[in-house]
C-alpha cells in the first residue's frame, strides 16, 4: 500500500539495523513514548534487529493503561444512571475499574456504545434527545481536537444531553516526571509522531536542553522507527541532544496550528493523575469554564473514589521504562490479558500485553 | 357504539406481523408469498414435517450454526447468502460433498417483507450456486424488540468423500499449509456497514461457497489431512485452533497473507490486525509438501480460491504457531484474548 509497504520493506529494515550497529559503540537507553510505537517494535520484532548495547524502554504513551482507576470507575457510574448514554472509544471498555469494567456494566444492563469519533457521540445525543449522552474523552494530544470539536459543535448546536468525562493528558510534562525521577535511565527518547503532528516540536527543545537528552520525532511503521533509533544513537554517539524530526512526512515544526487553537478554545491545561505515575503537574487538559455545562465531572455527582492500583501490580516501574513486563513476577503468572492486574496488559498498546502477546515464547501460550 | 365489523386482513402485508409465525391463513399467506414461489423444490413442496434422503452406505457430515449478523445486509451479501455459505463450507471442511440444508428463520415483528424477501432471493442464488438443497424450513415470528430484525438458524448435511479422516489430528509434521485467498474482506464489510463508515468503493465480504475446489482437491487424489475455513477470529485463530488440537506447532509467511489494499487500510484505521478478521470465503488446507504445487494448482482452477498460496509449514516441538514477519523476524502469533477493539489513536 502506498505510504505503508513502503516504510514495512524488509529491506530497507535490515540496512537501518546495519547502520545502527556500525554507529554504535556503548549500551544505550532509549524511551519510545508511544504506546502505538511500543506495539509496532515488538509487532515487527524491531528490538531483535538491534545491536544488544541497544535496550528499548517502553514510555506512558498509552491513554488507555495511564486513565486513573478512578476515571473508569466514574465512566462505569454515569453508564449506570438511569436515562444515560456512555460512549467511549473501544479500547476502553475492557479496562478494569476498581470493582469492575465498561464491557461488564454493560452486560448487566448500562447503555455503554463503542464509538469511532466524538462527533459519533454528539449525533447520538441529537437523535436520541431523552438520554444524557457522556462522551468519555480520554487520549493524548492526539484526540484532544476531534474530542474538542465535538464540545464546540454540541455548544453550538445547544444540545443541553451532552457532555464529556475528560481525562485528557499530554506527553511532555510525563517525559519531564520522567527524566526528574531519581531511578531515571533513559537516555535518549523517539518523540510521539502523531502528537507531534498535532503540537509540532517546540515544546521538546527546551526538555532537550534542560536534560541534556536527544528527542527524536518517530513515526510507527518499522521503517520510521528504526531510522529514529539510528538518529538518537548517532546524536547520543556524537554527545548531542536536540529535536530532530524525520517523520517530516506527517509533523510540521508548527503542528496542527488550527486543532492548536482549537483545543485552546475548549481545553485549558491542568494537573492530572496517571495510572501508575501519580499526579504530574500541568499534565492533563480540562475544560474551561466557558464549556462547564459540557463537563460531565461537574454535571453528575460522582463519589469521590480513593481506588487504588492493585498492590500486585508493577505497572508503575513498567510505565517509567524501569521494569521490563515479561520481568515482572506477576507477568503472565497471575497477570494475562484474560486476568490482568493492570491496565498495561489490557489494552492493545500497553506494554505488558503487547509483550505477552508477541513475546510469550515461553509461556505455552496455547490457552486450551 | 360498538364496532362489529369484521376486521379485514391485509391482503399483502408489507411488514412482518406476529400472525405470520402462527398456524393461520396469515402465516400461509407469508410462506407462499415469500418462501414457496423462490425456494420451493419437490422436497418443500411436499410440505411435511420432515425431509428424506436418499444415500448410498456410507459417512455422512452434518454441521449447525446460528446466523446474527449485524447490519443483515452487507456489502457483497446479506444474513441468506451467508447462512447458505456458511452452511456449505463448515460441510466441505470435513471433506464432504453438501447435499441439503435446513434454516429456520427468526424474525422480528415489523421486520419489512421486501427485505425479508431480499434475504430469501439471497438465499435461492446461493443454494443454486452450490447446487444445494433445502430440504426444510421453518419461520417464527418473535414480538418487537425480541430480536434483531432476523436471525436464522442452518444445518447442513452432506456426504463425505475424503477417504481420509479431515481432521487437526490428521496433520502431519513437515505438512505445507496452503491459503485459499486474500484476508479480512468480510469482517471489515461487516464493520463499515455496521458503523456507516464510508469507504468508497465498498468493500464487499469474501462471503462464497468454498466446497468445490476442496471436493476438487478430494477428486484429485489429493491427501487432504485437515481443511478449515477462516471465519470468526480470522487467520491467526484458526491456526492456533488447529496447533492445538492437533498438537503441532504452525510456521507461516507473513508475506504470503494476501489483504487487499483497500481491507489492509480500513484496518490500520481502525487498529485491527487483518489476521484476526473474519473470511466468509477462505481456507487453509493442511496437505503433504510433496504435494503442494498440485493442490495449489487446483486450487488456483477455481475462481474463488484462484490467489491461493503457500502460507507456511507444520514443524513439530511446540504447540504454538509463528510466523515470520513481514521485516524478517519470528514471532509467536497468538489467539487473542477477546474480540478486537477498535483503539484510541
Not at chain 1, 448487566?108 to 474523552?137: H, M, N, Q, T, W
Not at chain 2, 391463513?25 to 419437490?42: E, K
Not at chain 2, 496433520?171 to 456507516?196: C, F, K, N, P
Request: proline share 6%.
Amino acid at each position: 500500500m502506498k505510504y505503508l509497504d513502503e516504510y514495512r520493506d524488509g529491506d530497507v529494515a535490515r540496512r537501518y539495523a546495519d547502520a545502527i550497529r556500525n554507529v554504535t559503540t556503548q549500551p544505550w537507553t532509549i524511551m519510545e513514548i508511544c504506546g502505538g510505537q511500543t506495539h509496532s517494535i515488538l509487532r515487527f520484532g524491531i528490538d531483535e534487529l538491534l545491536p544488544p548495547e541497544i535496550q528499548l524502554v517502553h514510555g506512558p504513551g498509552c491513554p488507555v493503561c495511564v486513565t486513573p482507576i478512578g476515571q473508569i470507575d466514574h465512566a462505569i457510574a454515569i453508564a449506570r444512571t438511569a436515562g444515560c448514554v456512555l460512549c467511549s472509544f473501544g479500547d476502553m471498555l475492557r479496562v478494569p475499574g476498581s470493582e469492575t469494567d465498561l464491557l461488564h456494566a454493560r452486560a448487566e444492563g448500562a447503555d455503554v456504545r463503542a464509538v469511532y469519533s466524538p462527533l459519533d457521540a454528539v449525533k447520538i445525543a441529537e437523535s436520541e434527545p431523552e438520554k444524557r449522552v457522556v462522551f468519555f474523552a480520554v487520549g493524548f494530544e492526539t484526540t484532544a481536537p476531534a474530542n474538542a470539536l465535538a464540545v464546540r459543535t454540541a455548544a453550538m448546536k445547544g444540545l443541553r444531553n451532552f457532555s464529556a468525562l475528560v481525562a485528557h493528558v499530554r506527553v511532555p510534562p510525563a517525559i519531564e516526571a520522567i527524566l526528574s525521577s531519581p531511578g531515571n535511565r533513559v537516555q535518549g527518547f523517539l518523540a510521539a509522531g502523531h502528537v507531534c503532528a498535532i503540537m509540532g516540536t517546540s515544546e521538546y527543545g527546551p526538555l532537550a536542553e534542560r536534560f541534556r537528552t536527544p528527542m527524536v520525532i518517530t513515526g510507527f511503521e518499522p521503517a520510521d522507527l528504526l531510522q529514529g533509533i539510528l538518529m538518537c544513537v548517532q546524536q547520543l554517539e556524537d554527545g548531542r541532544y536536540e529535536v530532530e524530526n524525520p517523520y517530516a512526512r506527517a509533523v510540521r515544526p508548527e503542528g496542527n496550528t488550527r486543532a492548536i487553537e482549537l483545543m485552546d478554545e475548549v481545553f485549558e491545561v491542568s494537573d492530572r493523575d496517571w495510572r501508575g505515575l501519580g499526579t504530574i503537574p500541568q499534565s492533563g487538559l480540562a475544560l474551561r469554564e466557558a464549556y462547564a455545562g459540557y463537563d460531565a465531572s461537574k454535571l453528575f455527582d460522582l463519589p469521590e473514589t480513593t481506588a487504588r492500583d492493585n498492590a500486585d501490580c508493577h505497572a508503575a516501574e513498567v510505565l517509567q521504562g524501569r521494569l521490563e513486563p515479561c520481568d515482572c513476577p506477576q507477568f503472565g503468572k497471575r497477570c494475562t490479558p484474560e486476568n490482568p492486574l493492570g491496565a498495561p496488559m489490557v489494552s492493545t498498546e500497553g506494554a505488558c500485553a503487547a509483550y505477552y502477546r508477541y513475546r510469550a515464547k515461553d509461556l505455552t501460550p496455547l490457552l486450551r | 357504539m360498538m364496532n362489529l365489523s369484521c376486521p379485514v386482513p391485509i391482503a399483502a402485508a408489507e411488514y412482518v406481523q406476529l400472525a405470520h409465525g402462527g398456524a393461520g391463513l396469515v402465516a400461509q399467506r407469508l410462506l407462499d408469498s415469500v418462501f414457496r414461489p423462490i425456494l420451493g423444490n419437490p422436497q418443500l413442496d411436499l410440505r411435511h414435517d420432515s425431509a428424506t434422503l436418499q444415500v448410498d452406505a456410507g459417512r455422512l457430515a452434518y454441521t449447525t450454526d446460528a446466523f446474527v449478523v449485524h447490519p443483515w445486509r452487507f456489502p457483497g451479501g446479506n444474513i441468506g447468502s451467508l447462512a447458505v455459505h456458511g452452511t456449505v463450507n463448515d460441510l466441505a471442511m470435513s471433506g464432504a460433498r453438501p447435499m441439503g440444508i435446513s434454516l429456520a428463520f427468526i424474525i422480528e415483528e415489523g421486520f419489512p417483507v421486501a427485505d425479508l424477501r431480499e434475504i430469501v432471493a439471497a438465499i435461492k442464488v446461493a443454494v443454486d450456486e452450490a447446487s444445494v438443497q433445502v430440504l426444510a424450513a421453518d419461520t417464527k415470528v418473535v414480538e418487537r424488540g425480541k430480536a434483531d430484525g432476523i436471525y436464522i438458524s442452518a444445518s447442513g448435511i452432506g456426504e463425505v468423500i475424503s477417504p481420509l479422516p479431515i481432521l487437526p489430528g490428521s496433520v502431519r509434521e513437515g505438512d505445507a499449509i496452503l491459503l485459499s485467498g486474500d484476508l479480512g474482506r468480510h469482517g471489515t464489510a461487516v464493520m463499515t456497514a455496521r458503523d456507516g463508515l464510508e469507504v468508497e468503493p465498498p468493500i464487499d465480504s469474501d462471503s462464497a461457497s468454498i466446497h468445490r475446489p476442496v471436493l476438487a482437491m478430494l477428486e484429485a487424489g489429493i491427501e487432504v489431512h485437515c481443511l478449515r475455513d477462516i471465519t470468526r477470529g480470522g487467520l491467526a485463530t484458526v491456526l492456533n485452533e488447529i496447533a492445538a488440537d492437533g498438537g503441532i506447532g504452525v510456521h507461516i509467511d507473513e508475506s504470503k497473507a494476501l489483504v487487499r489494499e483497500d481491507v489492509a487500510a480500513v484496518c490500520e484505521l481502525l487498529g485491527l490486525d487483518p489476521l484476526y478478521v473474519a473470511c466468509e470465503g477462505r481456507f487453509i488446507a493442511f496437505v503433504p509438501a510433496d504435494q503442494t504445487e498440485r493442490a495449489l494448482g487446483v486450487m488456483r482452477a477455481h475462481e474463488v480460491s484462484c490467489d491461493s498460496v503457500l502460507l507456511g509449514n507444520v514443524r513439530g516441538g511446540a504447540q504454538r504457531v509463528t510466523m515470520r514477519g513481514r521485516i524478517g523476524v519470528d514471532r509467536v502469533l497468538d489467539l487473542l484474548s477477546g474480540d478486537q477493539l477498535p483503539r484510541i489513536c
